[in-house]
């Protein structure tokens, strides 16, 4: 028998051997998601200037429901369903259709794009698209609290449609 020194403060495994003081796996370069910061290389909006892109949508969506309204008196009996299609295409698809293929109102005036977070060439997908705009109408003004707390300003409906909000290099 060796006459080896036994350190019991040691940590041990289940057969008694000593467990390495490295035996935590640490995060290797491999494992860790990289962190991507656009505030280097794109100019970000404030709070104020999507707030404002907001407030302009919002009028231009008040407008078209005023015109579809006034269209249908007009037209005199117009069925349930149509009326419904309409409602959903100006409340609900308006925001959705509009990023997906370019920009809203609001967005053009205000000179913003909302992109794919993890590739800024590439447009929101429609249903990203659509459950950015659900949960940006269910939050409300809650949802850009979190754009002065971090460096891309991303809103809560923009980290879970993995969208950001940016001012595109003319």
């Excluded at 295409?89 to 909302?114: M, W």
Aim: glycine share 6%; net charge positive; proline share 4%.
């Amino acid at each position: 028998m060796s006459k080896e020194k036994v350190d019991y403060y040691k940590e041990r495994d289940v057969l008694g051997q000593e467990v390495p003081d490295r035996s935590v796996r640490q995060k290797s370069k491999l494992d860790t998601k990289p962190v991507i910061d656009y505030s280097g290389t794109f100019r970000l909006p404030s709070i104020k200037i999507r707030y404002f892109s907001t407030l302009i949508d919002v009028i231009v969506i008040v407008g078209f429901s005023l015109g579809v309204t006034t269209l249908f008196e007009l037209l005199g009996e117009v069925p349930g369903y149509i009326r419904g299609i309409a409602f959903l295409f100006i409340f609900i698809l308006y925001e959705p259709l509009l990023v997906s293929f370019g920009c809203t109102v609001g967005q053009f005036v205000t000179n913003i794009r909302v992109r794919n977070f993890k590739d800024t060439s590439k447009k929101l997908k429609l249903h990203l698209a659509i459950l950015r705009t659900i949960i940006k109408a269910t939050l409300g003004w809650v949802s850009l609290i979190t754009i002065t707390f971090n460096k891309n300003r991303l809103a809560i409906h923009d980290y879970i449609s993995n969208s950001i909000v940016l001012i595109p290099n003319r």
